[in-house]
């Protein structure tokens, strides 16, 4: 028996990344919040910055593949898309220095570079695969309560 889960193909445009965002956030709700209602919010946070990212800067021909699954002690997040990969150096360089700079030094706020950095900050492990023309970004949350 598969587990219980959400699956959302959105269209490759910001428009349609906030209505599946919105719709994500409701059904997450019914998928987890009577044992860790202070993740969805976490969880709906990193899948529309991964969305937005792949919108914005992958340029993808067709829609985006969201698969959000409730494990025991985890939600795990597929995202699939035939857009142009993350560059490996990005995905290695972001982390939690990327939130290191003076928010009252406006003159060198940085003006990209943050959205990786946030997801990882947001997810317990994240992994990424290339092959075949196919990106698959895989996300793990753990929920409060249920691990580190």
């Known amino acids: 028996m598969a587990p ?3 699956r959302l193909e959105v269209e490759g445009t910001l428009e349609a990344v906030s209505r599946a965002v919105a719709d994500l956030r ?3 709700d ?7 209602p202070q993740d969805c919010a976490a969880i709906e946070l990193g899948v529309a910055e991964v969305l937005t990212n792949i919108v914005q800067h992958g340029q993808v021909p067709g829609s985006i593949e969201v698969e959000c699954l409730r494990r025991e002690d985890a939600v795990e ?3 699939r898309d035939a857009g142009r990969p993350i560059p490996f150096e990005r995905l290695m360089q972001a982390g939690p220095a990327s939130f290191d700079f ?5 003159d060198r706020l940085p003006d990209h570079g943050m959205g990786l950095a946030l997801v990882k900050a947001l997810f317990h492990s994240l992994d990424y695969q290339q092959a075949g ?3 698959l970004l895989r996300l793990r949350r753990q929920l409060q309560g249920h691990g580190p």
């Open 4 to 6: 219980p889960g959400v």
């Open 26 to 28: 409701r059904r997450l």
């Open 30 to 36: 019914a998928l987890i919040a009577p044992d860790a």
């Open 77 to 79: 997040v597929l995202v």
């Open 102 to 106: 003076d928010p009252a030094d406006l």
């Open 133 to 135: 023309g196919r990106n």
